[in-house]
């Protein structure tokens, strides 16, 4: 059974700070998809991650993927107040066949002026 | 473009009645799409997959008699609830699979259902 561990769950920093998250998984993906989520929202795709050493940025965030670790982070780069969400990281062990997701528990992010 | 709508957004219900939840696939057909739940502060749970022209694979737990799911064409596919008890509030959100593009998920908006 795929097991894809978030850490942490909660995250409190300050603005202009920086910080990881980190995203383990227990079975062989290449296929790896962060998602932001605010109160009371759906998910808006922020990362797909298809192969070993991928990396993506999109301003203050970056993505990378290590599928030999089975490890993604997200880094934050110099934080800002409208960074604060629930992150979560999904992954696609069916190389791409059915789709199918198994999520993290996700990562409540706050950011304090 | 990969624009995933759902209705209603929010649905009260009384206790023992059914409610119908749509997901539509706006610019794409979606041979494959997907329902989650969602409860306070929890991470999505994979309730089905929904195949057009075919019947719904549930997950393990879920049961199929109570929540039925109908993908009858290639932009729609609705999951009903039935005989909802309070225990059915949650969020619920589909996704659908670009069949002719990039092979991702996209989400809907997700559907609030509080039942009485």
């Known amino acids: 059974e795929l097991k894809v561990e978030q850490n942490p769950l909660f995250l409190s920093m300050q603005e202009g700070k920086n910080y990881t998250i980190y995203c383990n998984y227990s079975t062989t993906s290449d296929r790896l998809y962060w998602y932001r989520q605010d109160p009371g929202k759906s998910l808006e795709s922020l990362f797909v991650l298809l192969s070993n050493g991928a990396v993506k940025q999109e301003g203050r965030l970056m993505a990378s993927l290590d599928t030999k670790a089975r490890l993604s982070t997200l880094h934050i780069t110099a934080a800002v107040h409208d960074l604060s969400a629930t992150y979560f990281c999904a992954v696609d062990i069916s190389g791409g066949s059915n789709y199918k997701l198994t999520f993290g528990k996700g990562t409540l992010l706050t950011v304090n002026p | 473009g990969a624009v995933v709508s759902q209705h209603p957004s929010r649905v009260i219900c009384k206790s023992g009645t059914s409610v119908k939840i749509e997901c539509r696939s706006l610019d794409f057909q979606a041979t494959t799409m997907f329902w989650y739940r969602q409860f306070p502060k929890q991470s999505l749970m994979l309730m089905a997959t929904s195949n057009e022209g075919s019947k719904a694979t549930y997950e393990q737990g879920v049961e199929k008699d109570k929540f039925l799911i109908n993908h009858a064409s290639l932009t729609l596919s609705t999951l009903t609830v039935t005989s909802a008890h309070p225990e059915d509030s949650s969020f619920y959100i589909c996704?659908?699979?670009?069949?002719?593009?990039?092979?991702?998920?996209?989400f809907g908006p997700g559907t609030r259902l509080t039942v009485t």
């Open positions: 996704s659908a699979v670009n069949s002719g593009g990039a092979k991702e998920q996209y």
